[in-house]
């Protein structure tokens, strides 16, 4: 059984496939639902194709779901937070680490 | 006498039928939000969730604690029915006469009835709810109220500020970057590079949430106000971890720090100006150190959106009060303020016993002068009841001109981001422009060429409008 995760980005279009830094949720059923994880995943579009990976499911900056979902793997958890000011661009922050 | 807590509060409303308990099963992912938006759009009742999934019997949340004018009444100890206008008077006349707070040992702060220290730090033992699809998180975080203080001048602030829980330790939130927060934040803690101690405080009297929603002078402390509105002092206690004073009869404290060097994502979040709009992970981390409770918490929650709700109202009174002192200050020859709830706090109808193009642009220029959260301002005659939109549209339909009528102002740095209209560059850089509509008669012009509003009011002469009062029944009418 494939796990589900949910992950934010600005515009669509900010989407790239392959090795990336990410926060996910995870989407699993249960009181720690929606729990977020930085992790190192590879992504992509064609979910069909990761046959060992999970479900990415992906959400605009106005919350609006991409109706078609990505698969990811993860390959590495990273630190819960990252290096940066409050109220400073988290995914400008994320590039820098 | 005033309630000493969010249970005072509920079982006041239950005699008033203000409130409805649901002892079905709801979930805490969507279900209650859904329920409890729903409910607000109908113009129902405050909704206490009695059993949540996935947690155990006496994990509650509570919604909508401000959600009417009635319940607002009711929260200021006046009769349920009491007209708008009043309540606006009666919190205008009570913030005359500030009243500390007093603080109290933590054996008589029912706050501390459950600890939860180090390793024992776990949100999930909350029933935070998802509020609505597509929100970044679970706000733990949505009709609370948020304690920080300056360290030198030991000015607290409390302000209702969005959290969500990013996971078992961790919150991630948004004051906005303009906020009272922000501003303590930006002067002390992060030149010295130090995180700011921080409390988030879920349920406590009713007042102390609306408090937090007004927009108090810098400096002036929340507890003070929130103690002139009750006649009586609210009793505080300190947090386990750090010096700061939370209402000792709060439901939930969560207490941590905000760091300056670390941050994680926040947000979107359907917010008060009806939308779920872009403002996302360009906010605040909060490291959660301790949580403290009561037996059986109550977890209070706004399912936020399209007016009418608690926000929306409880800010109409909150923000028009303080507007109307801010314009007296600025001596500008203000009668009335209201702040409309369908308006959301963008729309401000402003009555002037004097007014004319010099005046609208003070009144405009105090509303831009620093952060603005205003976009759209209505200067009016006093002879206009502001409490009534349907005197306002009226004069602003026939008395604002289309061409020398509108005073726009641009600026940068201060703005709203929140406002939907501004497109996501605006938003990033705070930029943004308010408009005042000039709905008054130009005081240069000579009173005979005045228009002469045809009310029965004004048209008629004092002996027709008494002979017509008087002889009403005769002419067939009830």
Known sequence: MKKEYQTFVRQFKDLKEGRQELFIKDLTPGPQKYDTKQVMAEISSHPEKMTDGDILRIRSESGILLPQVWGIKILKELPESVPGQPWEDVFKAMGKS | ?478
């Open chain 2, 1 to 478: 006498m005033p309630f000493r807590d969010h249970r005072d509060f509920i079982e006041t409303l239950k005699k008033t039928g203000d409130v409805i308990e649901v002892t079905k099963e709801v979930d805490w992912d969507l279900e209650a939000g859904a329920i409890s938006r729903r409910v607000y759009e109908m113009g129902g009742p405050s909704i206490w969730f009695k059993k949540i999934k996935d947690y155990p019997e006496g994990f509650t949340l509570y919604n909508g604690s401000q959600g009417t004018w009635r319940r607002v009444a009711i929260s200021l100890g006046l009769p349920p029915e009491t007209p708008v206008r009043e309540i606006y008077r009666v919190y205008e006349e009570r913030l005359e006469k500030p009243i500390d707070p007093v603080i109290v040992d933590e054996k008589k702060a029912p706050c501390k009835e459950n600890v939860l220290l180090g390793n024992h730090v776990d949100l999930y033992r909350f029933p935070a709810p998802m509020i609505h699809e597509g929100d970044g998180g679970r706000y733990i975080g949505s009709w609370d109220l948020v304690v920080t203080k300056e360290p030198e001048t030991s000015w607290t602030n409390w302000g209702m500020y969005r959290f969500m829980i990013h996971n078992k330790r961790w919150l991630a939130g948004w004051p906005q970057p303009t906020s009272q927060l922000a501003h303590q934040m930006k002067k002390y803690y992060l030149p010295r590079n130090e995180p700011m101690p921080a409390a988030l405080v879920i349920g406590t009297d009713p007042l102390a949430h609306m408090v937090a929603t007004a927009p108090v002078r810098l400096g002036e402390d929340e507890a003070r106000v929130t103690g002139s509105l009750r006649e009586k002092p609210i009793e505080l206690v300190k947090c386990e971890t750090c010096d700061l004073l939370v209402p000792a009869h709060s439901e939930i404290v969560i207490e941590g720090e905000i760091p300056t060097d670390r941050i994680v994502p926040d947000g979107p979040f359907g917010e008060y100006p009806g939308y779920r709009s872009g403002t996302m992970a360009e906010g605040v981390g909060f490291r959660v150190k301790a949580i403290t409770f009561r037996n059986n918490p109550i977890l209070t929650m706004i399912a936020l959106g399209v007016p009418i709700d608690d926000s929306s109202i409880a800010a109409s009174l909150t923000a028009g009060i303080a507007m109307k002192m801010g314009l007296k200050h600025r001596g500008i020859p203000v009668v009335d303020v209201y702040v409309p709830p369908e308006g959301v706090t963008h729309l401000i109808f402003v009555s002037v016993n004097k007014g004319g193009t010099q005046v609208t642009q003070e009144v405009l220029n105090y509303f831009t002068a620093r952060r603005v959260m205003v976009s759209k301002v209505i200067v009016l005659d006093d002879d206009i009841d502001v409490f009534d939109s349907g005197q306002v549209l009226h004069a602003f339909a026939t008395k604002c001109h289309p061409g020398r009528g509108m005073l726009v102002e641009h600026y940068e740095g201060r703005a709203n981001s929140l406002t939907p209209c501004y497109s996501p560059k605006e938003r990033a850089r705070l930029k943004g422009a308010s408009v005042a509509f000039d709905a008054t008669w130009p005081p240069e012009w000579p009173e005979e060429v005045v228009p002469v509003k045809a009310s029965f009011k004004t048209i008629y002469s004092k002996e027709i409008q008494e002979k017509v009062t008087k002889n009403w029944k005769s002419y067939g009418f009830k």
